[in-house]
């Protein structure tokens, strides 16, 4: 007796699944699940580019509309990746152009993307609405432009922290006058000044504009007048905030935030002067989100701001908001979900900023709904941590940097290990985790043993051997991410946990003891892995015992790729072949 479901049923039972993670569970659960998930699935997520071919992808999933892509490993971000590793867009999307013409969006983080990649995606999907490109490079404001003159049913066209070659901001005059599908609009990272006229033309014919993310090049005397054409955002990123207004001015402003009446986030303020932060008053008891990052903004200034923030519940900021402004955020912030508070830049030595652990354990203990946080700061200790760990031990993301490499608890002189072990007992959904300071093995023992759930890991200035890595390869069931840089393991505990990388993502080392030969019989021994040794100064001769600067390892189920630089060694390139000129077109 066949008991399988029709396939009518099962497409209407996937409709409800929305995670990729989830479908991609159902898709093994037996052949009939797969066919069906594969031919159902609209949005598709690919965290490593050369993970898996894109044209296979393309065949795979006939109904996809929506494609998120990562390129660069994470490190990237801290310039520990050379320029011209790869990454590269434009395979993904010619593939998908010639396969999925009904393609309607486009994520991309960490990714070389060229003009003509914009310009084949313009070309290509007529039904395009959602353009998202994330800490990319490689293209200009003509690429943009392609973009915006296209693809008229677009919707979302977001640059965010990407390099741009900023050609002029006459980019915005490409978008038809019929233009009226716009909800999303973020071109922050831009430095060119825009023509004020076309972004105002743009913003009264858009009527169902949510999200508008301007650029440091405008200026304060005229957000009052972009802000009375678009008075239905929910999210407002501001240019500089630091050019002088008249009185008159100054209310005009205010009174143009204050009928924000959807306005919930708000970012941008670059240079914001504390006698114009009254006018962002009216906002502040709306508010959810606050990004105060590039605001450098002293810490009695900030407590008047956030403490008429009641209803925050993500909150970035600089260190200048020193142990006193936590406590505000403490005793205000009830809401607050997630906090990062970066590093101002400021010489510590020079100034009067006073950030410390104090700050975080007092958020900890005034803000029951917090479960992520990323924290700058120069010194900790372990109470610090026990404290945090018995307070919150709903964490789901802990990222601490002490800034300091090796630096010991500043009370005791003690590794940070036991407070670190409270963080993994206690929080038993974490799933992400950076360490920093003064750690033994033992503190990656404790890692290796409590983090069950645990599916991301940094590690920077740690550990005193190999049993470092052996704990977390051996020991972390769900990890998918490991990033080492500068600690003292070899080869023993690689080559030994060998098996565990195929069920991993991906593993980034640079600056420990692994040795070209270790690379090789990795390479050797797990055909399914990728084993990049990235050397921008190649040596003429590298014997097997030499050490390697970074090796960067992925599972793929493509096979070697095919647009390797010079400066990255793999087992399968022939150094007769040069970089695939198709791969960076």
């Not at 200034?301 to 956030?306: S, T």
């Not at 940094?458 to 972390?476: K, R, T, Y």
Request: glycine share 4%.
């Amino acid at each position: 007796m066949d008991r399988r479901f029709p396939f009518k049923v099962l497409e209407h039972i996937f409709s409800f699944v929305d995670s990729n993670e989830d479908r991609n569970s159902v898709s093994m659960v037996c052949k009939s699940w797969f066919e069906t998930e594969r031919r159902t699935r609209k949005r598709v997520f690919v965290g490593n580019c050369y993970a898996v071919s894109p044209l296979k992808v393309a065949r795979r999933f006939p109904k996809m509309r929506s494609l998120t892509l990562k390129g660069k490993p994470h490190f990237a971000d801290y310039n520990l990746v050379p320029d011209g590793w790869g990454g590269y867009a434009w395979p993904w999307i010619e593939a998908m152009a010639a396969r999925r013409p009904l393609l309607e969006e486009i994520r991309l983080k960490r990714m070389v993307v060229t003009d003509e990649c914009l310009e084949k995606i313009a070309a290509s999907f007529r039904d395009f609405k959602t353009l998202v490109l994330t800490s990319c490079e490689g293209f200009s404001t003509d690429g943009i432009a392609a973009i915006a003159s296209t693809c008229r049913k677009l919707r979302d066209l977001e640059l965010r922290e990407c390099i741009v070659d900023d050609l002029g901001g006459d980019w915005l005059s490409y978008f038809p006058e019929t233009s009226t599908s716009l909800v999303s609009l973020d071109f922050s990272c831009l430095d060119s000044e825009v023509t004020l006229s076309d972004l105002e033309r743009l913003l009264s014919r858009s009527p169902n504009l949510k999200s508008l993310k301007l650029n440091r090049s405008v200026t304060l005397d005229v957000l009052e007048s972009l802000l009375r054409r678009a008075p239905q955002l929910v999210e407002l990123g501001t240019g500089s905030f630091s050019d002088e207004l008249d009185p008159e001015e100054i209310s005009k402003l205010t009174k143009a935030l204050s009928e924000l009446k959807q306005l919930k986030s708000l970012s941008g303020l670059w240079d914001l002067l504390p006698e114009y932060i009254p006018v962002l008053y009216s906002v502040c008891p709306r508010l959810t989100s606050l990004n105060l990052s590039y605001a450098t903004v002293q810490m009695p200034d900030l407590i008047d701001l956030l403490s008429r923030c009641s209803k925050l519940q993500k909150l970035w900021v600089m260190d200048l908001i020193e142990d006193k402004g936590l406590k505000t955020v403490a005793l205000c912030c009830k809401e607050l979900r997630e906090l990062r508070v970066f590093p101002s830049g400021a010489d510590l030595d020079e100034t009067d900023v006073t950030l410390t652990e104090q700050g975080l354990v007092s958020v900890s203990e005034g803000c029951q709904k917090l479960e992520s946080v990323l924290y700058f700061c120069v010194q900790f200790t372990n109470a610090a941590l026990v404290s945090i760990a018995r307070n919150r031990p709903n964490f789901r993301c802990f990222r601490l940097c002490v800034m300091e490499p090796f630096a010991p608890d500043y009370r005791t002189q003690q590794p940070l290990d036991e407070g670190f072990k409270a963080i993994v007992e206690k929080c038993k959904n974490l799933r992400r985790l950076s360490v920093s300071g003064l750690l033994t093995d033992k503190a990656f023992e404790y890692i290796g043993v409590h983090a069950k759930k645990l599916r991301m890991l940094s590690i920077a200035f740690a550990g005193d051997s190999d049993l470092m890595l052996h704990h977390l390869l051996s020991g972390c069931e769900s990890l998918k991410k490991l990033e080492i840089r500068d600690c003292p393991f070899g080869d023993t505990a690689l080559l030994e946990n060998a098996a565990k990388l195929e069920t991993m993502r991906s593993l980034w080392m640079s600056s420990c003891f692994v040795s070209f030969g270790a690379c090789k019989q990795l390479s050797q021994k797990m055909p399914r892995l990728n084993v990049e040794v990235i050397d921008e100064h190649p040596p003429k001769t590298r014997p097997d015992s030499s050490p390697v600067e970074r090796i960067y390892i992925y599972r793929t189920v493509a096979g070697p790729r095919l647009d390797t630089p010079e400066f990255v060694w793999t087992i399968h390139k022939n150094p007769e072949v040069g970089v695939s000129r198709l791969a960076i077109r």
